[in-house]
């Protein structure tokens, strides 16, 4: 019973409340005036920045998603193999992890900028120097965590099916297909849900290395929400509208992404 009253006092009331505000006009929830689906349409017609935003994020989830796990489940591999300094390499790759997001966005900045000075530019300077920033630093700070997961998944596959898949005559990369991947399955639903909603409700990163620069080119959907509710008067009522849309869109790529990995598990 006391979570259920601290779910609904902290979750459920405060959800039903935005959702309600998103379809007022307002600057204090007692000013609220009903305007219908007003702040939708705003949201979509007038202001172009949401739909950039949108295609942004879309962008650098589906490269960062791919390239997180990748990267993660071949270092894991290599980590799975009786070499010396193993137990330190997990800890030196599962660190950055530990670092606030901020941080990790203006030490990324520091770098960046630091390399791009030789060319007389900065991250700021085109859009596609802050996309694949983001991109590299969403890859060093998640990396180490989800190759972790991988390592436990590795760990706890049957080396019975492998050996029996080499006496069958299958070669390594045989048996890693079509072996321990599949039987992988769980972690990878895990590490691909982890990394697909972390990509697309990433925030403080962004607004650390780019603040959407230049001309909110970079700016992803959290960052749009909060430049709208904050930064633009009277556009509140827009902004949680965003908001809104927000959540339906992560929550059916997240429920959908759950189903078909879940379904290949019970395949396996």
């Not at 390239?67 to 290599?78: D, E, P």
């Not at 300094?85 to 941080?103: A, E, K, Q, S």
């Not at 069958?168 to 045989?174: L, N």
């Amino acid at each position: 019973m006391p979570l259920t009253l601290a779910f609904l006092v902290f979750f459920v009331l405060p959800f039903l409340g935005g959702l309600f505000l998103s379809f007022t006009e307002f600057t204090t929830v007692e000013d609220a005036s009903f305007v219908g689906i007003g702040n939708y349409v705003k949201a979509f017609s007038t202001d172009s920045g949401f739909i950039n935003a949108l295609i942004f994020t879309v962008k650098f989830t589906v490269v960062s998603v791919i390239s997180v796990n990748v990267l993660a489940f071949l270092l894991a591999l290599l980590l799975t193999k009786p070499l010396k300094g193993v137990n330190f390499f997990r800890t030196v790759f599962f660190m950055p992890n530990l670092i606030g997001g901020i941080v990790l966005g203006y030490i990324w900045n520091v770098i960046i900028n630091g390399v791009l000075s030789y060319f007389g530019v900065d991250i700021t300077f085109s859009a596609d120097y802050g996309f694949w920033g983001l991109v590299i630093l969403m890859n060093w700070q998640m990396i180490g965590y989800m190759m972790i997961i991988y390592i436990a998944g590795l760990q706890s596959v049957d080396r019975g099916l492998i050996e029996a898949a080499h006496i069958d005559g299958a070669s390594h990369m045989k048996a890693l297909f079509h072996v321990t991947i599949p039987s992988l399955m769980p972690s990878v639903t895990i590490c691909t849900f982890l990394t697909l909603t972390n990509s697309f409700k990433l925030f403080d990163q962004n607004l650390a290395l780019t603040g959407g620069a230049p001309g909110r080119e970079t700016s992803m959907l959290a960052l749009d929400i909060y430049d709208t509710f904050y930064g633009r008067i009277g556009w509140q009522g827009v902004g949680q509208a965003k908001a809104v849309v927000f959540f339906v869109i992560v929550a059916t790529v997240a429920l959908l992404q759950l189903y078909l990995t879940r379904s290949k598990e019970v395949e396996v």
